[in-house]
């Protein structure tokens, strides 16, 4: 099987036609023709039929489709990346980051990178922890960037910088002297939370603590304790949590990043919850691929950002 085999096989299902297929293909609609014929007796399969003027794909070329799709988008990575080499632009990135992170720190730092990597051939993707292993594993990503950084033996990571925890509210929820002080686990007492899915690290983190900090009224022997706070929610990002918060939903223990945007544009308070720990930042590789110039300069540029944007906000904090 070659790959020119592949391409015709693919324009011919894009098209719907010989004749649309030769536009794709550069071709005349004969040499199309000849192809796609060619193309069905070395592989021994029938793969498509004609109706109403079109040619509709047979069962075994819709498996073919799914099976061949990602071989495709590898060819035109390479086609790409030709492209780039023939006009001076040899080189891309393929990033992909959580949405934290891609909605605060990510594109600022990308559009300092750029005004030193104006050539390259950039690729942003946001996805969550989970998926981005995926990504890295099936060399879809050259790096990513996330608040949960995988323990992985293809994987190697490099921390860029501590993200403190925070607790989101409604605008208005805390007095004006509270607004700036720490807050501790025992003042969640009895509140409704939204919290993360269960595998997610801080989530984990999060009910443990929970957990230890504050007792049951059994275990207290007090019946006039205070309750342990109640997860009324779980979702999937921090950027969704803050979102609830503003619904009304509950409080939510997030990070630094979402905290900031959702207290600018969604006009809520946050507080620092010590006791939570912190969330690290960080770069991901594939170990055998090594931290390649621009993926290196990119975290750079990702871990300079997040240091100034971080004493910002201590200076915020402290106003």
């Given amino acids: 099987m070659r790959l020119r085999d592949l391409e015709v096989f693919h324009a011919v299902l894009q098209a719907g036609s010989v004749t649309g297929a030769a536009r794709l293909l ?11 014929q060619q193309v069905e007796r070395q592989w021994g399969i029938a793969l498509f039929t004609r109706s109403a003027g079109q040619l509709v794909p047979t069962e075994e070329a819709r498996k ?33 980051a959580t949405p934290a992170i891609a909605q605060q720190l990510l594109p600022q730092a990308l559009g300092q990178w750029r005004r030193r990597h104006a050539r390259v051939n950039c690729e942003l993707a946001t996805q969550h922890t989970r998926e981005i292993i ?3 594993l ?38 004006q002297e509270c607004q700036q002080a720490p807050m501790t686990v025992a003042e969640l007492a009895g509140q409704r939370l939204i919290a993360l899915g269960a595998h997610d690290p801080l989530a984990r983190r999060l ?4 957990a230890s900090e504050m007792p049951s009224p059994s275990e207290s022997g007090n019946s006039k304790a ?11 990002t921090y950027p969704l949590a803050a979102a609830l918060v503003q619904a009304g939903e509950g409080l939510a223990v997030v990070d ?13 308070d946050a507080r620092t919850l010590p006791q939570a720990g912190e969330l690290m930042l960080s770069a991901v590789w594939r170990r055998e691929a090594g931290r390649g110039r621009l993926a290196q300069s990119l975290a750079d540029q990702l871990a300079t950002l997040a240091a100034q944007w971080l004493q910002g906000c201590a200076l915020d904090d402290g106003a």
């Fill in 26 to 36: 550069h071709v005349s609609q004969p040499a199309a023709s000849k192809a796609l």
């Fill in 64 to 96: 073919l489709e799914a099976a061949s799709q990602g071989m495709l988008g590898q060819l035109d990575d390479v086609k790409r990346l030709v492209e780039g080499l023939r006009s001076g632009e040899a080189q891309s990135l393929k990033v992909v």
């Fill in 134 to 136: 995926d990504a890295l």
């Fill in 138 to 175: 099936l060399h879809e990503v050259d790096i990513a960037f996330t608040l949960s950084a995988p323990t992985h033996p293809a994987l190697m990571t490099r921390a860029l910088a501590r993200m403190p925890l925070k607790v989101l509210a409604p605008a208005g929820y805390w007095v």
């Fill in 207 to 210: 009910d443990g603590l929970l």
């Fill in 226 to 236: 205070p309750s342990s706070p109640r997860i009324v929610t779980r979702v999937q």
């Fill in 256 to 268: 630094a990043l979402t905290a900031h945007t959702a207290c600018r544009e969604r006009g809520l």
